[in-house]
């Protein structure tokens, strides 16, 4: 299975969905700005931008979904300021706020985790990032809709077996009259 990147259209080789990176990452705080984002800023250059990723802490098996943006040089000129710790090397640095770093199993910044990095934009780990997103209210919206869709098909199917029916014909009981005759008394 394979996602269509810009290469792809302008004609250029794809890159294989399933892209896989264990290794140790610098783990650095996000900014103010984005302690409530759903994203993470990662330095892994073969992931296409924004796409949904799954990262699992190699070391108690905890595992979020997210959307992954890429570091690049203007997000590092904004993030190295004065005051800050700086990022020297993007491609293993990754800057995540407490909301996923606690969800991986409290990670502390300026330290060096084994992580596995999966490409998991699909519907399935779109779906999981909307239930692990750190905003109430896209956790809220996400369940809503599950719920709806589940309640669509209940009723679909409620709908389609009283179409069916039980397969019977009902008679009308034997001691009754028909309604053409008059009563008698």
């Not at 943006?69 to 995540?96: H, P």
Request: net charge positive.
């Amino acid at each position: 299975m394979r996602f269509q990147s810009d290469a792809k259209k302008r004609g250029a080789a794809e890159a294989p969905r399933s892209v896989q990176r264990k290794m140790k990452y610098r783990i650095y705080a996000s900014l103010n700005d984005e302690i409530n984002a759903g994203w993470i800023w990662i330095g892994t250059p073969t992931l296409p931008s924004r796409c949904i990723i799954r990262i699992c802490n190699l070391a108690n098996g905890k595992k979020v979904y997210c959307e992954a943006l890429q570091i690049e040089d203007n997000f590092t000129n904004r993030y190295n300021k004065d005051g800050r710790c700086t990022i020297n090397d993007a491609k293993s640095s990754m800057v995540i706020n407490a909301w996923y770093r606690k969800k991986l199993g409290d990670l502390a910044t300026q330290t060096d985790q084994d992580l596995d990095i999966t490409s998991a934009d699909n519907w399935w780990g779109k779906v999981r990032s909307c239930v692990q997103h750190p905003q109430v209210i896209v956790r809220i919206g996400t369940w809503l809709g599950i719920i709806s869709v589940g309640l669509g098909l209940l009723g679909v199917a409620l709908g389609i077996l009283s179409l069916r029916g039980n397969g019977t014909r009902q008679s009308a009981p034997a001691h009754s009259v028909p309604a053409t005759q008059p009563l008698n008394r």
